[in-house]
């Protein structure tokens, strides 16, 4: 199989922190690193550029841009700096927002899925050098041109999982990235439907990025131990059913859930059987095998997520435990 294996950054790092430790996944061996733009923590832009200017070969990505949060020609402008910088290096991502964060801002929108189709085609259009002429609902481009477009323009990826957002991302851009945790049965859906969007418009079949959960420890008790907060949080999104319902264990969670009042609640819904299938969650034969069978499913970037606050301990446990046992070949989609 081809694919990367690469590190999310997580939100609650000190920007003066992200250079460092973008510095040292690339030592470890690690193919990328994502960042993220979660209000009110790191701007993307930045962060991403930090990352870059610390590291030589890795891919560097943003998941996600809320597609409100920036006029998209500005937002290309940004973009194709980078790129121009650290050709071939850069991965934008961009979806709909956390739509509360979005009313926040003064930024929500009754059709996000408008917002978000408006702005990949401004931001791909004028990365591909092109003169762009969009008068949309929300997003507008009156014969807008890049004066320093890159040589190359860099694979747009939406973040989205809904089956609307991802025809769209088939049929508008290069990749799609799932939101964890991105379960075997959940990939092979969503690809299915990007891939047959993609085909009716005449596009290559889209590339596929997923946000995995890791817990990596020799006691797999301990493992689940370390993410089942986490998983608590995670199972508070009302979206969250539609990734996990081909799993043999969701119709019980579901109904755990919906008598769950309390994050503690959540996490005690959870059986520890199920942890492991939620990520890469044990020992370092577990957590292989969790990647494999994700990449089996049609991943080709898998993006780690280490519990926060040990995120040193995990990546360079992983590194050295794991991804020399991974049956791969380097990709960079």
Not at 18 to 32: K, M, S, V
Not at 71 to 76: D, E, I, S
Not at 153 to 182: D, H, I, Q
Request: proline fraction near 8%.
């Amino acid at each position: 199989m081809t694919y990367s294996v690469g590190v999310r950054i997580d939100r609650t790092f000190a920007p003066e922190n992200i250079a460092p430790y973008a510095r040292h996944l690339e030592q470890l061996g690690y193919d990328e690193a994502w960042v993220v733009e979660d209000l009110p923590f790191t701007g993307g832009i930045s962060a991403a550029a930090l990352a870059l200017s610390a590291t030589e070969r890795m891919q560097v990505g943003v998941g996600i841009f809320a597609s409100r949060v920036r006029t998209p020609a500005y937002l290309a402008m940004e973009l194709a700096t980078l790129e121009r910088v650290y050709p071939g290096r850069v991965v934008p991502g961009i979806g709909h927002g956390v739509q509360s964060w979005m009313q926040e801002v003064g930024e929500r929108v009754a059709s996000p899925l408008t917002a978000l189709q408006e702005t990949v085609e401004i931001v791909s259009g004028l990365l591909a050098g092109e003169e762009v002429h969009v008068q949309g609902r929300y997003a507008s481009a009156d014969g807008v041109r890049l004066n320093r477009p890159p040589a190359v323009p860099p694979p747009v990826y939406a973040g989205v999982r809904g089956p609307k957002s991802l025809e769209l991302a088939g049929r508008l851009c290069s990749g799609v990235l799932l939101a964890e945790p991105a379960t075997p049965g959940f990939v092979a859906r969503s690809k299915a439907v990007a891939q047959a969007a993609a085909s009716a418009a005449g596009r290559a079949d889209p590339q596929v990025a997923a946000y995995m959960w890791l817990s990596i420890d020799e006691d797999p008790r301990r493992a689940q131990a370390s993410v089942r907060e986490l998983l608590s949080e995670n199972l508070a999104d009302p979206e969250l059913p539609r990734q996990l319902h081909d799993l043999p264990f969701a119709a019980e969670l579901a109904e755990r859930l919906e008598r769950a009042h309390t994050p503690h609640d959540r996490a005690a819904a959870l059986e520890p059987e199920w942890i492991t299938q939620l990520g890469a969650i044990g020992t370092a034969q577990e957590c292989a095998h969790a990647v494999e069978a994700l990449a089996a499913a049609g991943v080709d970037r898998i993006i780690l997520l280490p519990v926060p606050g040990r995120e040193p301990e995990q990546v360079t446990e992983f590194a050295h435990q794991v991804l020399p046992r991974l049956q791969r070949s380097h990709s960079s989609p």
